[in-house]
């Protein structure tokens, strides 16, 4: 029995000197190369100036719309950081052929809100790690989930910001200057409007104002911009990172509860 209590008290001593190696060491090892990726990322968010390699104002970059299922809108737009500042796109009216095209006003711009809440997130997960510095001594486990929980909640929304963009509901469609097929007055339709949904059928139909509005058509296109897919990688990266030290640190836990040192 007294042989069996020393092997116990011995494995004890080991696993504790390893938790302590964990929350010494490794801990901050890793929370470096979570700050080095995400540095590269929030990089990628403050695109320099063009030809001067400086930080400034974005620089304009062209992505070509497309799809994979239709032909019937095609065009150009023109990003520059978080805003579209130029857009040329050309759409054609199925039922006769009709090509139309549409620009966009030279004193208007379309912000786009994800790409600055991504920005946001990536930040506030930098701030979380560089409150951590290498004279920081974490004292338990349960310290370091919750940092890796913080962090891990801030780029997870970053992440989602970018690949599930809020879309625009068809009122702040109407309400943005963009044009809609209004119904006639002696249409003979029955009004029934859509509510307030953000993805719409055709001949979905909504008010607004003293007008009623229908949904004559509905085309979805994308353009691959390769800057917010290489910063998803860098976020899905952070995350696996951020895993598997909580990894590491719940095998200790079945041992105890997060003993202070």
Request: aromatic residues 8%; charged residues 20%.
């Amino acid at each position: 029995m007294a042989t069996a209590m020393s092997a116990t008290a011995a494995e004890r001593a080991v696993l504790e000197e390893e938790f302590r190696w964990l929350l010494h060491d490794e801990v901050h090892a890793v929370l470096r190369q979570l700050q080095d990726i995400l540095k590269e990322a929030s990089l990628r968010f403050t695109l320099p100036c063009s030809g001067t390699g400086t930080e400034g104002p974005a620089k304009q970059e062209n992505f070509i719309l497309g799809s994979c299922s239709t032909d019937q809108v095609k065009g150009v737009l023109t990003l520059q950081g978080d805003a579209l500042s130029q857009a040329d796109v050309n759409l054609k009216i199925p039922r006769n052929n009709q090509l139309l095209h549409f620009a966009f006003r030279e004193d208007k711009q379309w912000k786009l809100q994800q790409i600055q809440d991504a920005r946001n997130h990536v930040s506030q997960a930098i701030y979380l790690l560089a409150n951590r510095d290498e004279n920081y001594q974490f004292r338990t486990g349960a310290e370091v989930l919750k940092l890796m929980d913080a962090v891990m909640l801030q780029l997870t929304r970053a992440r989602n910001r970018l690949t599930t963009p809020a879309t625009l509901t068809l009122p702040e469609i109407a309400a943005s200057g963009l044009t809609l097929h209004a119904l006639q007055p002696n249409s003979t339709k029955n009004f029934r409007p859509a509510g307030g949904a953000v993805l719409h059928s055709p001949g979905a139909m909504f008010e607004w104002g003293s007008q009623r509005l229908e949904v004559s058509h509905v085309h979805k296109v994308e353009c691959v911009i390769p800057w917010l897919n290489d910063a998803l990688v860098f976020f899905t990266v952070s995350l696996q990172l951020c895993q598997q030290l909580k990894d590491k640190i719940s095998v200790f836990s079945s041992y105890w509860s997060y003993r202070p040192f």
